[in-house]
Nanobody
Framework: QVQLVESGGGLVQAGGSLRLSCAASGRTFSVYAMGWFRQAPGKEREFVADISRNGRQTTYLDSLKGRFTISGDNAKNTVDLQMNSLKPEDTAVYYC?????????????????WGQGTQVTVSS
């Protein structure tokens, strides 16, 4: 089992920045990659970013590339999401997720473990 705990969410004005962190524990050796997803009220859970175990491969939702950066620290078993130039449409609950196989997509269903989520609210 893998446990994930997110932190760092909060309220920020448009144009501001937040840094989210996800701490993984348990059988972290089984994790192939870590991802971030978000879900706004009434909307489907949406892929944000993914990072491979060695940190050498990252993938982003196209519309977020350049504003969001995912990074990891294997020694600490943490994955961060740096969010810059935030917009009101970024408002959502952000979830950390882990997958235990390579897979072929970044759908939420491909990920095996999830954190509880952290709220990000961007005011206009």
């Amino acid at each position: 089992q893998v446990q994930l705990v997110e932190s760092g969410g909060g309220l920020v004005q448009a144009g501001g920045s937040l840094r989210l962190s996800c701490a993984a524990s348990g059988r972290t050796f089984s994790v192939y990659a870590m991802g971030w997803f978000r879900q706004a009220p009434g909307k489907e859970r949406e892929f944000v970013a993914d990072i491979s175990r060695n940190g050498r491969q990252t993938t982003y939702l196209d519309s977020l590339k350049g504003r969001f950066t995912i990074s990891g620290d294997n020694a600490k078993n943490t994955v961060d999401l740096q969010m810059n130039s935030l917009k009101p449409e970024d408002t959502a609950v952000y979830y950390c997720a882990a997958r235990t196989d390579r897979g072929g997509s970044y759908r939420a269903q491909e990920y095996d473990y999830w954190g509880q989520g952290t709220q990000v609210t961007v005011s206009s």
